[in-house]
């Protein structure tokens, strides 16, 4: 029975054949690590993200299952990524969306990936 826990080291180490396998086997898997339902295939994917009984929200059902000495040990981790505005839905998510947006305008992704930095500005900029 194919499994998938995020904290396995070897999955960690080579998530990919395990991957593979669910993709073959079993695209719609339960998780108990998780929590959750891991799909594999990108049709599914494209489904679940317009059906509205999903949620965005993976982490803090992540964390709320984890034993309570683990979960201490990342409160900072918990409180940092549970507020990125990819874990929301709407109408949170649509909010933080709008307050983003301008500072990512079209044509800045383009920008950014094909002005090299040199080495020199990268020190200086680093050293802020």
């Not at 690590?33 to 965005?56: C, I, K, N, Q, S």
């Not at 803090?60 to 900072?76: A, H, T």
């Amino acid at each position: 029975m194919l499994s998938y826990d995020p904290s396995d080291a070897a999955t960690r180490r080579d998530p990919f054949p395990l991957f593979r396998a669910l993709r073959s086997e079993d695209p719609v898997h339960w998780s108990e690590a998780l929590g959750g339902w891991v799909l594999t295939r990108y049709d599914d994917v494209r489904a679940a993200m317009f059906e509205p009984h999903f949620t965005a929200d993976r982490v803090r059902p992540f964390f709320r299952r984890l034993p309570e000495e683990e979960r201490g040990k990342y409160p900072d981790l918990e409180r940092y990524i549970t507020g990125w505005a990819v874990f929301f839905d709407p109408p949170d998510h649509t909010r933080l969306r709008r307050l983003m947006w301008p500072g990512a305008r079209e044509g800045d992704a383009a920008r950014w990936t094909s002005s090299p930095i040199s080495p020199t500005r990268f020190r200086r900029a680093s050293s802020w």
